[in-house]
């Protein structure tokens, strides 16, 4: 197990909230499949430190962040408790449109006491009059189609940080011809050919 209270310099407090996430996916994974039995082993380095590591591209001056398609609350409801400790102005909304999910997140809020977290049980297009400075996202589709779920709820000058694997230059030629944006692709710390990708500057093709 990667210690992440030592790698992320994160008090014990914080760990013990990661650890009690930890337990209560595998529980509520026996129920409702929330990740692949393959990765279950691997739980720490696949999931939670994969989530854990997208924290640091959270700017110092973000108030409020979305989690698109939020499953089994990664990466969510892992930044969540992390802000609670770091940046507890930080308010975070995840959406799930599974209502046996949504049930899990609940408790999942309610186990790690993140007040900080708001849970909609809607699909991502039918949420409307929001907007939201982060956008992330893991494991939901394609970039291309990832950009046209954020574009209508992304702030000006908000970003998206969405983690990819190891097509995600494809991914990102494929996006290209549909929308204008900007990015970093950081090598991803639990896989040497993935990446985290920080975009901003989102438009459609044929705007400003």
């Keep these: 197990?990667?210690?992440?209270?030592?790698?992320?310099?994160?008090?014990?407090?914080t760990k013990e909230k990661i650890e009690a996430y930890?337990?209560?996916?595998?529980?509520?994974?026996?129920?409702f499949n929330l990740i692949s039995k393959s990765s279950v082993e691997h739980i720490w380095e696949r999931h939670i430190l994969d989530s854990v590591q997208l924290y640091k591209y959270i700017r110092?001056?973000?108030?409020i962040l979305l989690d698109l398609g939020s499953g089994a609350g990664f990466p969510g409801m892992v930044l969540a408790i992390m802000a609670m400790e770091k940046t507890p102005y930080l308010k975070v909304t995840l959406i799930e449109s599974t209502g046996k999910?949504?049930?899990?997140?609940?408790?999942?809020?309610k186990i790690t006491g993140c007040t900080n977290v708001e849970i909609l049980n809607k699909r991502i297009e039918d949420?409307?009059?929001?907007?939201?400075?982060?956008?992330?996202?893991?494991?939901?589709?394609?970039?291309?189609?990832?950009?046209a779920y954020a574009f209508p709820l992304l702030k000006k000058n908000g970003i998206c940080i969405?983690?990819?694997?190891?097509?995600y230059k494809d991914e990102i030629k494929a996006a290209e011809n549909k929308w204008?944006?900007?990015?970093?692709?950081?090598?991803s710390?639990?896989?040497?050919?993935?990446?985290?990708?920080?975009?901003?500057?989102?438009t459609r093709k044929g705007r400003s």
């Excluded at 197990?1 to 407090?13: A, G, K, T």
């Excluded at 999910?101 to 809020?109: D, F």
């Excluded at 969405?162 to 097509?167: A, C, D, H, Q, W």
């Excluded at 944006?181 to 090598?187: C, E, K, M, N, P």
């Design 1 to 13: 197990m990667m210690d992440i209270l030592q790698i992320y310099n994160v008090s014990r407090e």
């Design 22 to 31: 930890k337990t209560l996916v595998l529980e509520w994974n026996c129920k």
């Design 60 to 63: 110092p001056t973000d108030k």
């Design 101 to 109: 999910k949504t049930l899990y997140l609940n408790h999942l809020k």
């Design 127 to 147: 949420v409307e009059g929001r907007s939201f400075e982060v956008i992330t996202a893991r494991a939901v589709t394609a970039l291309s189609d990832l950009l």
């Design 162 to 167: 969405f983690p990819k694997g190891r097509s």
């Design 180 to 187: 204008n944006f900007q990015y970093d692709a950081v090598s």
């Design 189 to 202: 710390a639990t896989d040497s050919e993935s990446v985290v990708l920080v975009i901003r500057n989102l």
